[in-house]
């Protein structure tokens, strides 16, 4: 990989990381069409993998995937023994669905699991676009490609950056301190008033009758 992309890499998986909690090793979901590609490309994919994320990686695949790929026959036997090295993710599906629809729901709206998706689906990748702090991966012409954030990732973390120039509603209470007229208790409290005139004389020096 040059120089000047991986450096690009490493500064958007920094935004991830910053912005919306991602961590090392970064969760990979690969979906079936990711790993025919990488097949067939004799693409080392995992290697490939932590080197555009610039980071370790652990790449998973859900059941619904794999099982697409066993209805594809004996002739993707290699995609097949690929896949069966990474981690299974549970998706919960009692019957298997198109691995599509599958990661679109495993991601569901907010990505909270924090997954960075590698497919080659273009509807996939549209539907994923729209979710804020999703990285996407995919590979064009044998070279794999860390896609730039979308522009609902640009404005969710260009939300976050102004919510943290502004106290919270907490931190504007605390900053305002107690009001005229209020001790610690926050109750108003008025000040005792001096007594005006000559003060007596000290008791314990006047003789007793």
């Given at each position: 990989m040059r120089q000047k992309r991986a450096k690009a890499y490493r500064k958007l998986m920094a935004l991830y990381c910053m912005s919306f909690g991602f961590r090392e090793p970064y969760q990979v979901l690969v979906d079936a069409l990711m790993c025919k590609e990488a097949t067939a490309q004799k693409i080392e994919l995992v290697k490939q993998l932590g080197n555009v994320l610039q980071g370790t990686v652990k790449p998973m695949i859900t059941q619904?995937?794999?099982?697409?790929?066993?209805?594809?026959?004996?002739?993707?036997?290699?995609?097949v023994d690929l896949a069966k090295t990474f981690e299974r993710r549970k998706c919960n599906h009692k019957e298997a669905i198109p691995g599509e629809e599958c990661l679109a729901s495993v991601v569901g709206e907010t990505n909270k699991h924090r997954y960075v998706i590698a497919s080659q689906s273009q509807g996939l990748r549209q539907k994923l676009r729209l979710i804020a702090g999703v990285p996407i991966v995919h590979i064009n012409r044998a070279v794999m490609v860390l896609e730039p954030p979308s522009d609902v990732t640009v404005s969710a973390k260009a939300s976050a950056e102004e919510e943290k120039l502004h106290p919270s509603a907490p931190e504007v209470n605390a900053l305002a301190g107690p009001g005229p007229g209020k001790g610690d208790d926050g109750e108003g409290t008025e000040k005792r008033k001096k007594r005006k005139g000559p003060k007596g004389p000290n008791p314990l020096s006047v003789k007793k009758k």
């Amino acid at each position: 990989m040059r120089q000047k992309r991986a450096k690009a890499y490493r500064k958007l998986m920094a935004l991830y990381c910053m912005s919306f909690g991602f961590r090392e090793p970064y969760q990979v979901l690969v979906d079936a069409l990711m790993c025919k590609e990488a097949t067939a490309q004799k693409i080392e994919l995992v290697k490939q993998l932590g080197n555009v994320l610039q980071g370790t990686v652990k790449p998973m695949i859900t059941q619904c995937c794999i099982h697409e790929l066993y209805l594809q026959g004996p002739s993707v036997q290699p995609t097949v023994d690929l896949a069966k090295t990474f981690e299974r993710r549970k998706c919960n599906h009692k019957e298997a669905i198109p691995g599509e629809e599958c990661l679109a729901s495993v991601v569901g709206e907010t990505n909270k699991h924090r997954y960075v998706i590698a497919s080659q689906s273009q509807g996939l990748r549209q539907k994923l676009r729209l979710i804020a702090g999703v990285p996407i991966v995919h590979i064009n012409r044998a070279v794999m490609v860390l896609e730039p954030p979308s522009d609902v990732t640009v404005s969710a973390k260009a939300s976050a950056e102004e919510e943290k120039l502004h106290p919270s509603a907490p931190e504007v209470n605390a900053l305002a301190g107690p009001g005229p007229g209020k001790g610690d208790d926050g109750e108003g409290t008025e000040k005792r008033k001096k007594r005006k005139g000559p003060k007596g004389p000290n008791p314990l020096s006047v003789k007793k009758k």
